[in-house]
């Protein structure tokens, strides 16, 4: 992977120094250094057309499939949930938490690891959910996990042993309208700064808030090794890692202060 250019590093440093308020729009890639697999992509989980079952992961991890057939929906969550398990937040997670200290930061993440909330970010929108919280479908039941191993598949609710299901948007469901208004809070307020990590921001709620700051002529960072669908709208593009980007930029943030 390549190294962060230090050329843009600088003038990526030079933008948070003038910069109040920053958001941060993250997906897999930003785990990635934490030995989680994005889902597709380099090292995916899912990069094979169909899974074992021969349906889409698209379409074994949707409402539907969960209402039809919540053991298939179970096994594939469960999949991914077993490649997060002993893993935990990384350098790219702790570095936006620390930002806290020098700015106001809101972080809008797809992610359902939950390493953002471990690192510490406080302003913190998961639009997704989080995978280690369950609740029942039918009563008020919930709880938070550590991991799936003491789950039988498809879990029932021990009080009314109804289907149990994590608290994260499946496909073809709705994001929760909590995690939408927090997002339309936050864009009101407007930023100074917006960053794209790790994600090929292929929803527009994703891929949104990146093109409207630049049409805004807010400055604009994208963290990926790859193109994506924000590509062409971001002023800064580091080509690289997100732990490395973000150690970088951090040393030379800190530079420029002293």
């Known amino acids: ?16 120094r003038r910069a109040r308020r920053v958001l941060f ?20 989980l899912y990069n094979d057309q169909t899974t074992e079952d021969s349906f889409s992961i698209e379409t074994a991890l949707s409402g539907s499939m969960l209402e039809a ?11 991914i949930e077993h490649a997060c398990r002993g893993a935990r937040f990384n350098d790219a997670h702790a570095i936006i938490a ?9 972080v809008l993440t797809q992610n359902i690891d ?6 510490g970010s406080r302003n913190l929108i998961e639009m997704h959910g989080d995978i280690h919280d369950i609740h029942c479908t039918r009563c008020d039941y919930g709880a938070t996990v550590p991991d799936y191993s003491d789950l039988n598949l498809p879990p ?3 009080r009314c042993h109804a289907l149990v299901r994590p608290r994260v948007v499946l496909f073809g469901e709705v994001l929760p309208s909590h995690a939408i208004q927090h997002l339309y809070r936050e864009l009101d ?9 790790g994600t090929t921001s292929v929803f527009p709620y994703i891929a949104g808030p990146v093109a409207q700051a ?3 002529g807010i400055p604009t960072v994208e963290i990926n090794p790859a193109d994506t669908n924000v590509t062409r709208f971001v002023e800064y593009k580091l080509a690289a890692g997100a732990a490395a980007s973000l150690r970088a930029i951090r040393q030379a943030f800190h530079q420029r202060l002293n």
């Open 189 to 197: 307020q407007g930023f100074d700064l917006v960053f794209s990590i």
């Open 1 to 16: 992977m390549n190294d962060p250019n230090p050329a843009i590093v600088a003038r990526i440093a030079e933008e948070l």
């Open 98 to 106: 620390e930002w806290q200290d020098h700015f106001e930061v809101c």
């Open 25 to 44: 729009v993250t997906g897999a890639g930003i785990s990635a250094d934490s030995g989680l697999p994005t889902y597709r992509g380099i090292g995916g």
């Open 114 to 119: 939950g390493f953002h909330r471990d690192a």
């Open 214 to 216: 630049s049409q805004m």
């Open 69 to 79: 057939n919540p053991a298939i929906t179970w096994k594939y969550l469960h999949q």
């Open 156 to 158: 029932a609710c021990p």
